[in-house]
């Protein structure tokens, strides 16, 4: 939680915009995970996003679907991400988020699985398919341990909806650029930079922009609507060619500076 609050103000203080970046924990394995966290940190990323495989992403498109699908062979898990992150600790102090599903950590122990993320220095929790509705529990948990979590907001969501997400989140709100899946070609409804602001001027929580953002170009203008972007599925894609990544990473990174 502190690590994202230092991150938010290191930013403000520069006028930069954040860049979130994501990759899916044990694909092609958690030491490589290890080695690209690290590479993406250098490059210019502000935020690390380990996605936890899970069987049945349905938010997720093809590429990070069988991200996912490569990690659960290599057979990773909460327990083996929790260690992953635990030896990052060892090398960087960059924020850290888990994003994915609720079933692992339902399967782990809610109070076992916030304890150990606190323990071994997670920031974070995204979970997809838990809405502030159903997080009441699970929100209090997180928050005695120290844990922010994370929730979504769409270009269909009303005010009240957007007001209990932001009642409930710390340390970002995440705006999901379009409906659909994650990695689709950038399409955004035409009144989307009066919703972003809308939602801005009704949250205190810095707001960042994700699902589809695959180039500099669309980083930019992305970037002048909120307080960061996301990067996700053109990441994923990239995981095996690390020369490819923090090229990437870098022209991200500079398109965001003093948005």
Not at 18 to 40: N, R
Not at 102 to 117: H, Q, T, Y
Not at 135 to 163: E, G, M, Y
Not at 167 to 193: E, H, P, Q, W
Request: glycine share 8%; net charge positive; charged share 20%.
């Amino acid at each position: 939680m502190d690590r994202l609050r230092k991150t938010w103000r290191r930013l403000k203080k520069t006028g930069d915009k954040a860049l979130v970046t994501f990759i899916t924990a044990g694909d092609p394995s958690l030491s490589t995970t290890q080695k690209i966290v690290l590479a993406l940190e250098k490059s210019g990323a502000d935020i690390i996003e380990l996605g936890v495989p899970f069987s049945d992403p349905m938010a997720d498109g093809p590429v990070i679907q069988a991200s996912s699908e490569r990690a659960l062979k290599n057979k990773t898990n909460l327990k083996k991400i929790f260690g992953l992150v635990k030896n990052l600790r060892k090398k960087t102090e960059i924020p850290v988020i888990l994003m994915g599903y609720f079933n692992p950590i339902l399967s782990f122990g809610l109070e076992s699985f916030a304890k150990k993320a606190c323990e071994v220095g997670v920031d974070g929790v995204l979970v997809v398919d838990l809405p502030p509705e159903e997080s009441h529990s699970f929100n209090k948990i997180l928050r005695k341990n120290k844990i922010c979590q994370i929730f979504l907001v769409t270009p269909t969501s009303n005010a009240d909806r957007v007001l209990k997400a932001a009642s409930m989140a710390s340390g970002f709100l995440y705006y999901v650029s379009m409906t659909g899946i994650t990695g689709a070609k950038l399409n955004v409804a035409r009144d989307f930079a009066g919703h972003i602001a809308q939602v801005q001027s009704m949250i205190r929580l810095p707001l960042v922009v994700g699902f589809g953002i695959s180039n500099p170009k669309q980083a930019s203008k992305m970037a002048s609507l909120a307080d960061g972007i996301v990067v996700g599925s053109k990441l994923v894609s990239l995981r095996g060619e690390l020369k490819k990544l923090t090229s990437f990473i870098s022209l991200i990174k500079t398109s965001l500076l003093n948005k």
